[in-house]
Nanobody
Framework: QVQLVESGGGLVEPGGSLRLSCAAS????????MGWYRQAPGRQREMVAVMATGGGSNYDSSVRDRFTISRDNAKNTVFLQMNTLKPEDTAVYYC????????????????WGQGTQVTVSS
């Protein structure tokens, strides 16, 4: 079983910053990909940023110049530094992990955190 525990959401004024954290725990061999998705009311869940173990990352164009994703591979933890937040960033943010349960296998399994609310409002 794999658990993803998120922290760091909250209420912030436009232009402010927040930092999200997510730690993966449980029984697995590795976590090749970790990242963040978000879902605003009435909208589909969308990718915000993802990062591979080797450091390669991908961002949604709407956040590329404002958000930074990083990882601590030794602790299976991913972070999202969000700067210059806008009201349209308001959403529930979900941690995502693609987990390799056993070493020397190619298959990965997707896991999601419970979500953390980010509200950008004055």
């Amino acid at each position: 079983q794999v658990q993803l525990v998120e922290s760091g959401g909250g209420l912030v004024e436009p232009g402010g910053s927040l930092r999200l954290s997510c730690a993966a725990s449980g029984s697995f061999a590795s976590v090749p990909t970790m990242g963040w998705y978000r879902q605003a009311p009435g909208r589909q869940r969308e990718m915000v940023a993802v990062m591979a173990t080797g450091g390669g990352s991908n961002y949604d164009s709407s956040v590329r110049d404002r958000f930074t994703i990083s990882r601590d591979n030794a602790k299976n933890t991913v972070f999202l530094q969000m700067n210059t937040l806008k009201p349209e960033d308001t959403a529930v943010y979900y941690c995502y992990a693609a987990v390799r349960r056993r070493a020397f296998t190619a298959s990965t399994y997707e896991y999601w955190g419970q979500g953390t609310q980010v509200t950008v409002s004055s």
